[in-house]
């Protein structure tokens, strides 16, 4: 077999690796191994308008299968990373082949975190195929009571969704507000007040004590003592990077490190997406995981590195959000900051927050006001500079 | 069909929303990629969709920016 770059996962960073390789001109073969049976498609519409609308799964696909042929870029749907032999330069696949390359990336993604609580029920779901998503849409139906464990964004965009399908979401966090650990207090008590005010309870500062019920969770109660009954339990609590299949190689088990372009400390092996943990030079270590943005632009940039091309700037981490009609978007490192200040009315959903440390600017956060994005971008770009020269 | 769009190639991320919106006007290459033209309605829908912010929009007439 001829050995070119052999891309392990079939998500946003291992699409754009590919698409980015046919771009700059790279003739050699290149191979995804996508361990689900789908074409590589989009995974943020899963917990939004998926979970509504049972046409919006048509347009989850990146490309349509000509474009694969079309450029040679040869999938292996179905088939799974089951090993790294990194001296041989060979990957062993669940369908008990072996593949050499050239070039490896690691972008095999990552799985939600379970919660040893609800493991043995049936009517438990958790979020990150497009089959968790077909499953989760079948039993949102009017007054469907749906107990969300975690405000991350999964348990937030799931809760507006299931809104939209007339069901009636319960959040329970164990945090004060919702992202307050990214974004602090203030902000966190706006994404409260944004569920609350369409009806959605939200639960903070609890946790879930005692689960009731045999082959299906019927309630649970919490620590403060509450009693919820439910229909539906959706836990989103966080993902961890799918890294088992490298065990016994010299990779770390807690997300692929490399440097700021993907390159991984095995020679040949890049990583990106949710199972890399890139070197972020603004906060000076690495960091595990990424948003959609970010993964998509850490594959495009892998595949620069691998073909000795200039990858140019990294991206700035970001993320967006619809929720109940008021887009969200941020971008920077807020935890750096010591000071938020507000343009507009924090209490309304027309605002910027701009967090600052030492008086520069290291994070924006814009709601409901889209059109300012460039120039938050802008402002961004000159501070990192101004940072490092 | 007054406005013309205009791609940040730089902020375009490809998230492909312009071109579900309008797929006559936007493609989705390495990036968006303007391929035709259309109603200014549908354009400013598309742009004002566009997670990134990465579509421009000018008044062809007046030479004034539309969006953002």
């Not at chain 1, 077999?1 to 050699?28: D, F, H, K, N, P």
């Not at chain 1, 609590?237 to 088990?253: D, F, K, T, Y």
Request: glycine fraction near 10%; hydrophobic fraction near 40%; charged fraction near 25%.
């Amino acid at each position: 077999m001829r050995s070119g770059v052999l891309i392990a996962g079939g998500g946003l960073a291992a699409q754009r690796c590919a698409e980015t390789l046919r771009r700059s001109g790279y003739e050699g073969a290149v191979t995804m191994v996508c361990g689900e049976p789908h074409l590589p498609y989009d995974r943020p519409p899963l917990s939004k308008e998926v979970l509504h609308d049972t046409h919006a799964e048509r347009r989850l696909t990146f490309r349509p299968e000509d474009w694969y042929g079309e450029r040679q870029v040869e999938l292996l749907l179905g088939v799974e990373a089951r090993g790294l032999d990194a001296t041989a330069r060979k990957l062993a696949l669940s369908d008990g082949s072996s593949v050499a390359y050239e070039h490896l990336l690691i972008a095999t993604g990552g799985r939600p975190r379970p919660l040893p609580a609800f493991e043995r029920f049936a009517n438990v779901s958790m979020l990150r195929t497009l089959e968790d998503a077909r499953a989760l849409r079948a039993v949102l139906t009017p007054g469907c009571r749906l107990l969300i464990i975690g405000a991350g964004f999964i348990g937030q965009e799931v809760a507006a969704a299931a809104c939209k399908a007339g069901a009636s979401p319960t959040i329970v966090e164990a945090a004060a507000a919702p992202l307050a650990g990214l974004l602090g207090a203030e902000l966190g008590a706006w994404f409260a007040e944004l569920h609350r005010s369409s009806g959605v309870e939200l639960l903070l500062e609890e946790q879930v004590e005692r689960v009731h019920g045999s082959e299906r969770v019927a309630s649970v109660t919490l620590r403060g003592g509450r009693r919820i009954d439910c229909d539906h339990v959706l836990v989103g609590v966080g993902i961890e990077p799918n890294v088992a299949w490298l065990r016994g190689s010299a990779l770390q088990e807690a997300g692929v490190r490399t440097d700021v372009d993907g390159r991984s400390a095995v020679p040949g092996v890049y990583a990106a997406g949710d199972v890399a943990a890139l070197f972020d030079p603004l906060l000076g270590r690495h960091v595990l995981g990424s948003h959609w943005e970010t993964a998509g632009r850490q594959g495009a940039r892998a595949a620069k590195a691998m073909l000795g091309l200039d990858p140019g700037p990294g991206a700035v981490s970001s993320f967006w959000s619809d929720l109940y009609g008021t887009r969200v978007q941020y971008l920077g490192h807020a935890p750096l900051a010591d000071a938020v200040s507000f343009d507009g009315d924090p209490g309304s959903r027309d605002f910027t927050a701009t967090f600052t440390s030492a008086g520069r600017v290291v994070a924006v956060l814009l709601a409901g006001r889209p059109q300012l994005l460039p120039q938050a971008r802008a402002l961004l770009a000159t501070n990192n500079e101004r940072t490092h020269p | 069909m007054t406005y013309v769009a205009e791609i940040d190639e730089d902020a375009c991320a490809a998230h492909g929303d312009c071109e579900a919106i309008a797929p006559e006007i936007f493609r989705l290459d390495d990036v968006a990629i303007v391929v035709g033209e259309g109603p200014d309605e549908l354009m400013l829908e598309a742009a004002r969709a566009c997670p990134s912010v990465a579509i421009r929009l000018t008044d062809r007439d007046s030479g004034e920016q539309i969006y953002p």
